[in-house]
């Protein structure tokens, strides 16, 4: 019977550490171990960190393809002289057609259909200030139809322009005044003048002025009916 030589296994020895010099020990190796992890970890915030980053930016740049669109040219402005003599056959009294500095710009002209017996010829501006002036001229007009404009605003004094006395409404130190903020208003034979908006007294004046030789005409058409 043949004899057995017994298997001897041999232990691997702990592996030097360079930085130490000696094994770790088995609290040195969980704690590298913990470190490792924490490493990891933090790379991988990291990481995430920057694919967020970029994803916002991505998403920035793709809203300001989408929103952002080039400066569209200003609207041409509405020759309001053209439409009211396209107008003019339809109404007996003289619309009014005020000749401003070129630096004024109508943006709307409209003769609106009658209600009550009342119809209204409206021309809106931008002034040079870019501010806002609106003139409907209320031909027929009762105080109903100036209460209603004016949303029930009070006077607040008069001024003469061009030898044309205007009601002053100024209610720029309102909470909210809107296109309410400043009006003037003139009454001329059949018609009512309204000029109302946001521009300052000098651009409210430069319009009434502008308006003398219309309310005169509508004074003459008065008379001339008498």
């Known amino acids: ?4 030589t017994p298997v001897t296994t041999r232990v691997k020895p702990p592996a030097i550490v360079a930085e130490l010099g000696r094994p770790e020990t088995p609290e040195e190796t969980a704690a590298r ?8 970890r933090a790379n991988q915030t990291l990481r995430n960190l920057i694919w967020s980053l970029v994803a916002s930016v991505g998403l920035m740049l793709l809203l300001v393809i989408v929103v952002v669109r080039p400066s569209q040219p200003a609207a041409e402005p509405v020759d309001y002289a053209t439409v009211a003599e396209q107008a003019q056959p339809g109404i007996d009294e003289p619309l009014a057609v005020p000749v401003l500095p070129p630096q004024w710009a109508a943006n709307s002209a409209d003769l609106g259909e009658a209600q009550d017996g009342i119809s209204t010829w409206y021309i809106g501006f931008i002034t040079p200030a870019e501010q806002f002036v609106a003139l409907s001229q209320g031909i027929g007009a009762n105080p109903t139809w100036l209460n209603t404009l004016l949303d ?20 720029r130190d309102a909470e909210d005044p809107g296109n309410l903020a400043y009006a003037m208003v003139a009454e001329a034979g059949e018609s009512t003048f309204v000029l109302y908006g946001t521009a300052d007294s000098n651009e409210f004046r430069t319009i009434a002025g502008s308006l003398s030789t219309d309310i005169q005409n509508s004074i003459d058409a008065a008379e001339g009916t008498e």
């Open 1 to 4: 019977m043949a004899n057995k």
């Open 152 to 171: 029930q605003n009070l006077p607040t004094g008069t001024e003469t322009v061009d030898g044309i006395e205007w009601t002053l409404y100024d209610h």
């Open 33 to 40: 171990k913990a470190e490792n992890s924490r490493k990891h």
